[in-house]
């Protein structure tokens, strides 16, 4: 993984394991790299607010999109887009590792889009997301998706200049990963419960997802829905031309 976030710093310690013990990683005790991670948010967090400072003179809203891979980041946008592209101008920026797939996926629903290929990051920062407004319009957009890339942990470190945090959890995942994954969960403005119609076939319990979630974060928005299926979809999109308005 990235250097940047310190998920990549790995411990020199090794021995066979006979026994059942804790073991803290040595090196991100080390002053030095809390101190270099520390400067590398704090400049981060700088160009962030230079990118918000570019949406909001835009009147842009922005949406940060975070989630595990293939929660259904992407065909959540299609449909999105979609339904809303003759009501509001949308353009997204992706995060992957490697391609441009989803990008074109956008595109072909409707949108402006623009690919970011982090190669091994973990996650977008404020400095890649600079980077692709050179190359998006977006003066006349009423709504800039930031598809971050797949990852429950790194993302959640790193803010883009966002205005809405959306975390997805999907069915496949099981109702216990807010709990196993807190710090993204306790981030997000909305959570949305993906892939609603497969529930049943994955025992996934959503009143005890959206019970964790809760307890993490009172003031999280929860719709449960299918971007599929459309279950659910009208109440996601009159959110999204609600927070607009009130942008």
């Known amino acids: 993984m990235c250097k940047d976030c310190g998920c990549s710093i790995n411990s020199s310690h090794t021995h066979d394991h006979h026994h059942d013990h804790h073991h803290e990683n040595p090196s991100l005790k080390e002053s030095k790299t809390i101190e270099v991670i520390s400067k590398i948010l704090s400049k981060n967090d700088e160009e962030a607010k230079h990118n918000r400072a570019h949406f909001n003179e835009a009147n842009t809203l922005c949406i940060n999109l975070m989630s595990s891979p293939g929660s259904g980041k992407t065909t959540l946008l299609e449909s999105t887009i979609k339904a809303l592209k003759n009501k509001l101008k949308i353009a997204v920026i992706e995060?992957?590792?490697?391609?441009?797939?989803?990008?074109?996926?956008?595109?072909?629903?409707?949108?402006?889009?623009?690919?970011?290929?982090?190669?091994?990051?973990?996650?977008?920062?404020?400095?890649?997301?600079?980077?692709?407004?050179?190359?998006?319009?977006?003066?006349?957009?009423?709504?800039?998706?930031?598809?971050?890339?797949?990852?429950?942990?790194?993302?959640?470190?790193?803010?883009?200049?966002?205005?809405?945090?959306?975390?997805?959890?999907?069915?496949?995942?099981?109702?216990?990963?807010?709990?196993?994954?807190?710090?993204?969960?306790?981030?997000?403005?909305?959570?949305?419960?993906?892939?609603?119609?497969?529930?049943?076939?994955?025992?996934?319990?959503?009143?005890?997802?959206t019970r964790l979630i809760k307890e993490l974060n009172p003031r999280a928005d929860i719709i449960t829905l299918d971007a599929k299926n459309g279950t659910n979809m009208e109440l996601w999109y009159k959110v999204l031309k609600l927070k607009k308005e009130l942008f």
């Open 95 to 209: 995060g992957d590792l490697e391609t441009n797939n989803d990008a074109l996926r956008v595109k072909n629903a409707g949108a402006l889009a623009y690919q970011i290929t982090t190669g091994q990051s973990c996650h977008l920062d404020a400095f890649m997301v600079h980077e692709a407004l050179h190359h998006l319009a977006i003066d006349d957009v009423d709504l800039l998706f930031i598809e971050n890339v797949g990852n429950l942990v790194c993302p959640a470190s790193y803010d883009l200049g966002e205005h809405l945090n959306v975390v997805l959890l999907s069915v496949t995942e099981g109702s216990d990963k807010p709990q196993k994954y807190p710090v993204m969960f306790k981030k997000a403005d909305i959570v949305l419960i993906t892939k609603a119609d497969l529930a049943h076939h994955f025992d996934f319990d959503v009143k005890e997802a």
